[in-house]
Structures are given as structure tokens and as C-alpha cells.
């Protein structure tokens, strides 16, 4: 911030007096308080969550639950792909940003959390995380299509997914700037001791913003109930985060917030489970925290991104690790299921999916009326022109 | 009625509705310890404590943004900025989340918050802190903006805004902050957002004005009757939603208006007024609408630029015969 | 649903149309594209073509009645059909097509209150409809909106009040001033329009009693007619006139067009008329003198110089004038000329000029040689700045060398608008003209 009033320079002049003051009470005859060499080699400790690390079992999951979590990640997955027709058949239009390839972090983070309890804040990504919450196909769809029986009313779009339910907070649409507002709901989480904590996810494009700083900030300061997620799928739209970042390391970020940090494989649902798992029991013990999480878009940034900023090879190697296929692995080593039969949940997705574009395209649009609802609480406002 | 500091008005009414209410909480810089940059909110964290009285540091865009998270999980934050101008640090949060998440959100959610502080000029502080924001923020469906101009109304709006389920915005005026005058005062004084006060009656020409302006127009209003013309002055009070029924009844009595407004002059304040009127009382003009504005600059730090920079009391006075063609 | 035939627009000045004739009748089978009537405009007798097929089922006017734009001339529709639905619409006919635009705004603006909805409170203003702009001699009056309304409530024209306000705005008390001045001088202020509908003159007493069709006979005044009286009126009383007139030598002119026209029958061309001469030297003498060939444009403000040379030719015929223009008249050689003003003239007496043939002149002449005149004033046709009245070729007695010998004369007196033209431009034309017209070799230079 630049110049200030003469007022708020004295504002600051008694902060730091008092500062000096309290070094100097110290009694080791210095007038500031200065770090010695020795102390600022630092020491930084995360946790890592890699992949195939983990037992459901040994994670509390039942075998039910598991199945349900695969069905889940297929649903988000058979959601998009069909989103991304109608959005060539122009059912669709402006912005639609896929989550394809990142499902295990949205379905290992929604049970992780107890839906209604705590929250959860994301960017403009957000049919995944939605769809995990529980929120219908049907009810997304429609906000996609831009209808009244969408889950904002046809308002939000694919950038705006609510449920004020589920304590779904939100997808919003500029890079960085929801993440004040999701320390600010732990905050109220806090201040009303509901027991409550809010899973805040943002891209590694976000901490290149202003506001993740502060937010980190704030968030430590305050002790606030919050993790902050950075979803690391590599690129800020086309930008290599290497390119962008003096230090694309981002569970690193919580060192000068002094906050616990871990990274996790988000291509594997039981790290993904486990990871925010233990975020989450840190953040009801109003111990802010970061997660990173690596993971990969196989989708350009939106419909109209070509992704040409990567190669064909990057994009094959990758998708051996699909956390889809990963997980039917799992599942069929394990003996929990078969093809068959998991041949069987897709091809139910898949009609429910299909469903969904029915329900969309029957769906009114929004009554013109509509356009003035909402924009404040009050029943009437005659005064918008 | 009890004299009071327009400062005092202000914290009155914080005071008194976060007695009345917990989940209020007061949050900016300086505003805990330090007992407020301009002594607004002293002794609140004596009273309140640290948890409902919070010190933020330099962190606009990050406190703005708390607040309005805190808003839509079900708190009632009153965030202040040391001044207005520092609010463009934070404008992300006020124009994309305070003032749209309602509704892209199709209704679910509300945001109960005051955003607080002085607004405008205040002598010679150069042109990035001699910014006024009320056109600027009332251009935002979603918002609601207040502008206060003595201590009684800043006392009863300030309750109503903090009650209010919308977002307000609640400009105050450094200058001003050590204005007297009476008010009064009682719990539940609600002044209602959105109507205008008549400071003063008259037949020959309209003048309205909002915050120091309205001073100036009490003092050319004045000047006027010394020449036997009677001015009705219109203080808005709330720029958004702005009383236009009120100004428009009292053009259609004296046929003139004249504007006195500190913004510049490009879409500002005035300038939606003078539209209204044209659109709404057309037949009833018997002269054009002129506006006293700051100058169409930078607010410049020099003592003889910044006095020339803003809305002269002789200008105002000459624009008033103006339109009565008794100039 | 019949379909309604309305008065188009046939020219950009065209207020309203006269029904000359009917070609078609009631019951006749149209087809799109036929011509149903011939409607006299300001400019010319056009062709009223049908945009849709059908049966004619109704001449809602009747010949010699005027309609101004939009109004309704006729119903077509299904052999069958009842046209009554078409006419209720119009409710007889004329004058009734601007309500019905006002309607439309009015429903459109409803329409846009309705998308406005209901809690958006006030919504898109009603928008009433406009009333015409007022005009005085001198163009636009300035005056307060409120001095408009209330001088329109209290029954009071605005050109009949003085205003106090800057640049002669009229405002609120001068509309009070007027309430309050005594009836009588009201009345003479600003007669009713009633009165203007009264006898134009008092009858003597002694003929009152004899039966009015033996006193005088009535026609009609045409489109045409006051076209011209409009125009006319109008130039004479905004642009002061001043009048230059000069005897030019034509004895070379004669021998020159005299071998022009020798050529021009050898080659089965038209003849060249005096006229033309005149028409060509005006024209490159124009070029020379731009200031002359101008306008004086008082609502934009501007004196306007035309880069391009439009000669209007005065044509009389049968029952008025009208004004052909030869354009680029300064880049065309004489016998084109002769051949468009000819046509031109020909197309004038059979009323089949198109609007664009008389429009855009930026310097009329006006002959009335072959009448015997030896010379006359004329009207400036606006806006042009100047207008050149010709008289006829007179034998003449002159002196040339001291001596008297046979001379032939021809005068012609240049008509000036002197706000763009001053006394000493127009000279400096008419000096030009006669350095072409003495000696016509000079405009092949």
C-alpha cells in the first residue's frame, strides 16, 4: 500500500514503539531485535501422501463406501464428457472448465468432510467437487444449460455452482479472489464454534495472487479453522507452473504463514481421502493448514483452450495414472468387484448422465422477470433502474 | 437532544447493535488497539473484547474478503477501511463477490455487511487518498451505498445498514468526524436506507447535495435568501437507492435544480441525478440541470489547486441564478 | 386478415400524397407489384404500387384526396373478406396513421415495462410521443421544457412570445407574462387556429346575398402548388434579396451556336438552345466563383460551398414549375446538355420526373426570354445562394467604334442571397459570365 495520512503514520509509529519496547524488556541490551545467523537456518517439515500407499480398510473405509467413491469419480467423469458435447452442440456456452483427470481429489475430499458441517469454497473448476457434494446431475446440467431448474436458477453457470445446503460456497470465476472469503466462512465457523472447518481449493495459478497471501495470512494470524488447497494441475491456463513460479513448490507457501503443509498424489482417492482426512481434524483444532495437491487436467484450460502448451506424450503418459482406472485396479485386485459388474456402474452413470441432459433441455429457461431477483435479499427493490 | 461528535454517532451505533446482537463484529486496521486511526472506535475492545473487535494488518483485499466469507456463513461483519481509497486494493471483493455472489448463487445466500469509513477528500493528500467512491460503488446492482452528512443522520442509517441483509456501502468523511450535533439517540432509531431529507424548503430552486456537499449547499442556500430567493436543499443521504421521487416532487415545485457533488464530474452522482430529472420531469425544467462537481483531475496537492479543485460555495450560488435567469 | 394499403413515402420531403387517380376498381384481381393509382406528390405524380396479391376491396379515398404518410388508401384482401376489420383500425382513413404510431412507441414502451417486470418498480419510463418541433421564420424556438407545456395548456403559441432567457430562451415567466396580458391582445398575439379557418376576406355587402359557385370558381390548391408557395415564401422572406443585372453582347453567342447547330444536324444530335449556352457558361463560371455556388445553412450553422456544379433549369408547365437539374453541368459539353434539359423538359410536362431529378441543384436559371421578357427579378430556388433570371435577345442600336450599328442584347439580372453573397462576389460572377457568353470560344478554353 503506498502513502498514508499523517494519522495512520502515527498509528504505526506507536505499534512499533511498542514493538521496541517490548524487545528491549528482554533485558539482552540490543534496541532491536535481530536474528542471530544460526537462527535462520530454518527447518521445514511437510507430510507426503503418495500413491499406493494406502489400505481402505486401514483408512476406516468400508468396502460399500469405496464402491460408491468409484461410481462418484465415473459420475463427474461421464458428467463432463457428455457436458463437453452439448457444449459443441451449443447447449452450452461460454465458459466450461473441465475437471476430467482430477477426480480423486474432489471425491476423496467430500468424504472426507462432513457435508452440511463443514464447508467448502472453490474456483471456477467446480462441476467435480459439486457432483461429489452430492449435488444432482440433473440440477447441474440444468445450470450449465443455463435453465431455471439449474442449481443457481440458470444465474451462475458452469463457473457458479452453489448449494447453500451442503454448505457448498461457491465456484468463482476470478483467479485468488474467493480465498479471503473461504478464511472469512472459517471465521464465522470459529466465531459461532459450530465445529465447523472449510476446505478453501484454489489452482497453482492463485498463488501467483495477492490475495492468497493475505488469506494465508489472516488465516494463520486469526488461528481460523480453514485448509488451503492448492489443486496443482501444472498449468495456470497455459502457463507451466515452472514458468511462472520462482518456486513451483507449492506446499512450501505455508512457511512464512507458519502453518503445517503436506503435498499429496491426487491421482490416487486413498491418498486424496487420507491427506484431507488429517487436514481437516488439524483445521476443527483451528489449525489453519496448506495442501498441495499434484494432480493433472488431461483437458485444455476451457472448451476453447486447445492445450497445444503440451505434448501428446505428456498427455498419454499421464493418463496411466488416471485415478479412475487406478482405482478400478484396486478395486478388482482387491476382489471387491469385477468388470462386470463395474462395467455395470458405468453404463448406469452414463444413463443418469443422459438423463440429465434430458431433464436440462426440458427444463424453462429463466422467466425474464427473474433477471431482478436476487440481486438483494429484500423483496422490492423499485429503485434499479 | 444530546450534542454529539459525528465520530461519537458512528461508534454509538456500532455500540449499540453489537449490544444488541453477537454476531456483529467490527474488523480493519487500527481499529482494536489503537482505538481507531480517527478515534471512531474507541474503547470497543474494552468493551467487546478481542474477538469481536479485530485488528487486521495491511490486507485490504484479504480482510474485505474475510468478511464477506463471514457474512455468507451466517455473521454480521462491520469492516472498516482506514479510508475509502484503500478500498481499491479490495475492489475484487466489493464488485465480484460482495456485490454479485446473491446472485450467481440464485438466491442462496446473503451477505449482511457494512463496509465502513471516511470517503472524499480531506485537504491536501494528494490524489490518491482524495478519492470519492459513492458513483463508482452505486454503479454496482447489489450494493447499497450511504452518505452521511452530520452526526443524527450517520447515527440512524449506520443501524439500519448494519441490520440490512445487503451489502452497504457507509461513507463517512474525515473532515467531519469532529462535526457536532445533536442526535437522537434511542436503540432502535432506524433512519430507512433510501430516503432523502429536505434540509430546508423552498419555491425558487432545488439544490441537492450529499455529505460535505450538503454544507455548501446549506451555505449558498443561505447566500440566496440574503437576495430574496428561497432554496430547497435535499440532502439523499443514500446514493443507492437514491430518493429521486423526493428531488423530483421538489423540481416539479421550483422547476431548477442545481447539483453539488465532490465526485468528478464523468457518471457521477450528479449526473444520474440530472438524468432522472430529464427522464422523469422533463415538462416540468424550466432551465438546464448544472452540476458543481470537483474538477475533472487528479485531486492535486498544492493548497490553492486542491481549494480550486473542489466544489466552490460560488460557483453553487452562481449556477442557482443561473438557472432562475436572475444571474 | 385484409391487408392495408397505406400512402408511402415517395420522396424525403413528402409529407402527405394526392390521389390523383384510381386505376384499379373495387373488386379488381391485384397481384403483387401492380399499379393500383397514381399519387401526386410534392415533387411528382407517382406510380402506387401493390405490395401483396388480392382482391381490391375497398378505395377508401377517393380521387383528389389527400393522405398524409402512412394514412390508408385501400384494402385488399380474399374475394370474400370483409375489409371492415382494416378500416375500424384506421377509423377513417387520414390523419389517424401518427396515432396509430404513437400507439406502436406507447405498446412498445408497455412492452418494455412488462420485461421490466414487477419488482423492478418503475422500469422504462413511458415514452409519450413527441410533438412536432415548432418552428418559427426563423427555425427552431428555444424554450424551457416547462415553457412548453405550459404554454400549451394555457393555449399560447411560442412564436407569439418573447423570451427572456438566454439566447432568447423562452422560460417559465415569459409563459406566466403571457397568461397574464388582457384577452385582446392575446387574441392578436396569436389567433386561434379557428380564426385562420374563417373567409380569408370580408364579402361586400351588395353581393353577399348572390349564391357563392356564381362568384368564383374553386379548385383544390395541389401538392405542387404548395410546394411552391411553401418554398418560394420561404426564400423570399429568410434570404434578403439583391438584384445585379447586366446587357451582354450576344452577336458571337449567335454565330456560335449558330455552327454548333449546323454540326449537331449533320450528326442527328439536339439542338443547342440559348438556354444551354447559358446553362454551361453559369456552370464554369460557378466553378471559378465557388462562393456563389453555395448555401447558407442556418440550423447547422454553416455556409456550405458545393464541390460538385448542379444547374436547376426553371420548366414551366400546365399548372406551376418545376426545377430539372443538369448535374456536373460544368464538366458536360453542350450538346449533352441540350439533350438532358430537353429530356428533362419533356418528362417535367408529362409529370413523370423522379424526385431525384430535381433535387440537389446548387444554382437555378429562370427564362422567360421566349415570352417576350426583356427582364425580370426571380426567387432564390433555396438553398441556393443565387439564382439567374434571362430576359430575351433584343435588336438593339449600340455603339461600337463611335459608330451606331444592329447590336443583339440579351439581359439577365442575378437574384443574390446576401447573407453568403455580397454585392461584389455576385459582380465578379456576372463578370465572368459575360467574359463566356460575349465570346462563347472562352468555355472551350
Known sequence: MANKTDKENEAEATAQANGTEAAGAEGDGQTLDMPTSDATELSFSFTSYEAGDYDHDELGLEDDQLLAMYRNMLLQRRFEERAAQMYGKQKIAGFLHLYIGQEAVSTGAANALAIGQDSVITAYRDHGIALALGMTANECMAELFGRIDGCSRGKGGSMHFFDAEKNFFGGHGIVGGHIPVGVGIAFAHKYKGDDGACLTFFGDGAVGQGAFHEAANLASLYDLPVVLIVENNQYAMGTAAHRAFADPDFYKQAIPYDMPSSVVNGMDVLACYKAFSEHLAMAHDNQPSLLEVRTYRYRGHSMSDPAKYRTKEELESKKNDDPIIRLKQYLIERDLSDNEALDAIDEEVKQEVLDSVDFADESDFPPLETIYDDVYVQDDYPFLA | ?327 | ?445
Not at chain 2, 48 to 70: H, M, Q, Y
Not at chain 2, 281 to 286: M, N, R
Not at chain 3, 35 to 63: F, R
Request: hydrophobic content about 40%.
Open chain 3, 1 to 445: 386478415m385484409a391487408i392495408a394499403v397505406e400512402m408511402p413515402k415517395m420522396s424525403d420531403t413528402m409529407e402527405e400524397g394526392v390521389l390523383v387517380a384510381w386505376l384499379a376498381e373495387e373488386g379488381d384481381e391485384v397481384s403483387a407489384g401492380d399499379v393500383i393509382a397514381q399519387v401526386e406528390t410534392d415533387k411528382a405524380t407517382m406510380d402506387l404500387e401493390v405490395y401483396d396479391d388480392g382482391v381490391l376491396l375497398k378505395k377508401v379515398i377517393d380521387e383528389g384526396d389527400a393522405v398524409p404518410i402512412g394514412g390508408l388508401i385501400a384494402v385488399l384482401g380474399d374475394a370474400d373478406e370483409d375489409p371492415s376489420d382494416v378500416l375500424a383500425e384506421y377509423q377513417g382513413g387520414n390523419g389517424e396513421a401518427e396515432e396509430d404510431e404513437a400507439e406502436a412507441a406507447a405498446s412498445e414502451a408497455d412492452a418494455q415495462q412488462d420485461a421490466a417486470a414487477a419488482p423492478s418498480g418503475d422500469g422504462a419510463p413511458t415514452v409519450e410521443p413527441t410533438p412536432p418541433e415548432r418552428t418559427g421564420t426563423n427555425g427552431r424556438i428555444k424554450a424551457s421544457p416547462l415553457a412548453r407545456r405550459l404554454a400549451e395548456e394555457h393555449g399560447i403559441e411560442l412564436a407569439s412570445v418573447d423570451g427572456s432567457g438566454p439566447e432568447g430562451r423562452i422560460v417559465k415567466r415569459d409563459i406566466e407574462a403571457a397568461i397574464e396580458r388582457p384577452p385582446a391582445e392575446k387574441e392578436e398575439a396569436a389567433p386561434p387556429p379557428a380564426v385562420a379557418e374563417e373567409a380569408a376576406y370580408q364579402r361586400p355587402a351588395e353581393v353577399a346575398a348572390v349564391q357563392e359557385e356564381q362568384l368564383y370558381e374553386t379548385e383544390r390548391i395541389s401538392q405542387m402548388r404548395k410546394t411552391i408557395a411553401r418554398r418560394l415564401a420561404q426564400s423570399k422572406y429568410t434570404a434578403p434579396h439583391f438584384y445585379l443585372t447586366i446587357d451582354l453582347a450576344m452577336e458571337r453567342a449567335i454565330a456560335f451556336r449558330k455552327q454548333l447547330n449546323e454540326l449537331a444536324e449533320q450528326q442527328d444530335r439536339a439542338k443547342v438552345s440559348y438556354n444551354d449556352l447559358v446553362t454551361k457558361a453559369c456552370a464554369v463560371a460557378l466553378r471559378q466563383h465557388p462562393e456563389v455556388n453555395a448555401s447558407y445553412l442556418e440550423q447547422e450553422g454553416e455556409i456550405r460551398q458545393y464541390r460538385q456544379v448542379h444547374v436547376g433549369v426553371a420548366v414551366a408547365i400546365d399548372d406551376g414549375l418545376v426545377t430539372p437539374v443538369i448535374r456536373n453541368a460544368d464538366q458536360k459539353g453542350l450538346a449533352q446538355i441540350a439533350e438532358e434539359t430537353q429530356a428533362l423538359a419533356a418528362k417535367a410536362r408529362d409529370r413523370t420526373l423522379q424526385p431525384d431529378e430535381m433535387e440537389g441543384s446548387t444554382f437555378t436559371t429562370s427564362n422567360l426570354g421566349m415570352f417576350g421578357i426583356e427582364e425580370f427579378t426571380a426567387i432564390i430556388n433555396p438553398p441556393n445562394a443565387c439564382i439567374l433570371a434571362i430576359g430575351a435577345i433584343r435588336d438593339e442600336a449600340v455603339v461600337k467604334d463611335g459608330e451606331v450599328v444592329p447590336g443583339k442584347r440579351m439581359k439577365v439580372t442575378l437574384s443574390c442571397d446576401h447573407r453568403v453573397v455580397d454585392g461584389a462576389v455576385g459582380a465578379r460572377f456576372l463578370a465572368s459570365l459575360r467574359h463566356y457568353l460575349e465570346e462563347p470560344m472562352n468555355m472551350l478554353l
Open chain 2, 1 to 327: 437532544m444530546p450534542e454529539m461528535q459525528l465520530r461519537e454517532a458512528i461508534r454509538a451505533a456500532m455500540v449499540e447493535e453489537m449490544e444488541r446482537d453477537d454476531e456483529i463484529f467490527l474488523m480493519g486496521e487500527e481499529v482494536a488497539e489503537y482505538n481507531g486511526a480517527y478515534k471512531v472506535s474507541e474503547g470497543m475492545l474494552d468493551q467487546f473484547g478481542a474477538k469481536r473487535v479485530i485488528d487486521t494488518p495491511i490486507s485490504e483485499n484479504g480482510f474485505a474478503g474475510l468478511g464477506i466469507g463471514a457474512a455468507l456463513n451466517g455473521l454480521r461483519p462491520i469492516i472498516e477501511f482506514m479510508t475509502w481509497n484503500f478500498s481499491f486494493v479490495a475492489i475484487d471483493q466489493l464488485i465480484n463477490n460482495a456485490a454479485k455472489i446473491r446472485y450467481m448463487s440464485g438466491g442462496q445466500f446473503k451477505i449482511p455487511i457494512v463496509f465502513r469509513g471516511p470517503n472524499g477528500a480531506a485537504g491536501q493528500l494528494a490524489a490518491t487518498h482524495n478519492t470519492s467512491v459513492e458513483a463508482i460503488y452505486s454503479y454496482f446492482p447489489g450494493l447499497k451505498v450511504i452518505s452521511i452528512s452530520n452526526p443524527d443522520d450517520a447515527y440512524g442509517l449506520l443501524k439500519s445498514a448494519i441490520r440490512d441483509d445487503d451489502p452497504v456501502v457507509f461513507l463517512e468523511s474525515e473532515l467531519m468526524y469532529g462535526m457536532k450535533g445533536e442526535v437522537e439517540q434511542d436503540p432502535e432509531r432506524l433512519i430507512p436506507i433510501g430516503k432523502a431529507r429536505i434540509a430546508r424548503e423552498g419555491e425558487d430552486v432545488t439544490i441537492v447535495a450529499h455529505n460535505k456537499s450538503y454544507h455548501i449547499a446549506m451555505e449558498v442556500a443561505e447566500r440566496l435568501a440574503e437576495d430574496g430567493y428561497s432554496a430547497e436543499v435535499i440532502d439523499p443521504r443514500t446514493i443507492r437507492p437514491f430518493d429521486f421521487e423526493t428531488v423530483i416532487e421538489s423540481v416539479k415545485k421550483t422547476n431548477r435544480c442545481v447539483v453539488i457533488d465532490e465526485s468528478n464530474p464523468f457518471g457521477s452522482v450528479a449526473s444520474e441525478v440530472a438524468f432522472q430529472l430529464q427522464e422523469r420531469a422533463f415538462d416540468w425544467l424550466d432551465a438546464p440541470i448544472r452540476r458543481i462537481t470537483a474538477k475533472d483531475v487528479p485531486a492535486p496537492y498544492a493548497k490553492n489547486l486542491i481549494d480550486y479543485y473542489m466544489p466552490q460555495a460560488d460557483d453553487a450560488y452562481e449556477a442557482c441564478k443561473q438557472v432562475m435567469y436572475v444571474s
